[in-house]
């Protein structure tokens, strides 16, 4: 999380959390974390990580263009340490990161290699994309050159050398926002586990 979060728990709860026994507690609460960090992963997906394809980009969430990261969304089993609990929630794609806390700053491109599109030579000699030359009325209704301009088609392979270029992806927070929204289902599930565990 960005900021810190705290949940406030019904004196009754928050007794039996403090003096029930530590190890009892604990386990009750870890429980009640990875149950509820499931339910986190699939409101998150479906909320946040679901807009069609074919959308403008938004904000709030991702648009789908693979299910790579829908589907790799997972979380760490919560575990003891200390005096609390350490859990988590995320991705082995390494773009996920980008995408939850956004980013600003340079990054590299690798050296890599593009088919060079169809373009035309317009008969004053300038090359121009075939948007451009539609746009100029140089192409026919079938797609080709008119008369004084030559079509080139674009098959030859180009290489685009390695190079850094300047990014700014916004956070969108598709699990931060989640879980704070459901700050309030963590509470319940918590104090149920540990009143369950304890007999309460």
């Known amino acids: 999380m960005s900021e810190p979060v705290s949940i406030k728990f019904a004196p ?3 007794k039996l959390i403090t003096s029930g026994p530590r190890d009892v507690v604990l386990r009750a609460i870890a429980r009640a974390v990875d149950d509820q960090n499931e339910e986190t992963i699939g409101q998150a997906v ?10 403008p980009s938004t904000l709030d969430g991702l648009r789908v263009q693979s299910s790579h990261l829908r589907r790799s969304l997972t ?3 919560a575990r003891i340490s200390g005096n609390g609990i350490l859990s988590s929630i995320g991705s082995n794609k390494n ?3 980008v995408h939850e806390f ?11 290699t593009r088919k060079r599109p169809d373009r035309v030579k317009l008969n004053e000699g300038r090359i121009v994309d075939l948007t451009t030359a539609a746009r100029l009325g140089v192409l026919t209704r079938s797609g080709k050159a008119r008369k004084g301009n030559t079509y080139l088609e674009g098959s030859r392979d180009v290489i685009v050398h390695a190079h850094t270029r300047q990014m700014n992806m ?5 699990v931060q926002r ?11 599930a918590i104090g149920e586990s540990v009143s369950k565990a304890l007999g309460a």
């Open 178 to 188: 989640t879980v704070l929204e459901r700050l309030g289902d963590y509470q319940n």
């Open 95 to 97: 773009y996920f990161g």
């Open 102 to 112: 956004g980013f600003q700053g340079e990054v590299e491109v690798k050296q890599f």
């Open 170 to 174: 916004p956070a969108r927070e598709m």
């Open 75 to 77: 979380r760490s089993n």
């Open 46 to 55: 479906e909320k946040r990580m679901s807009f069609p394809k074919d959308m």
């Open 12 to 14: 009754g709860v928050q």
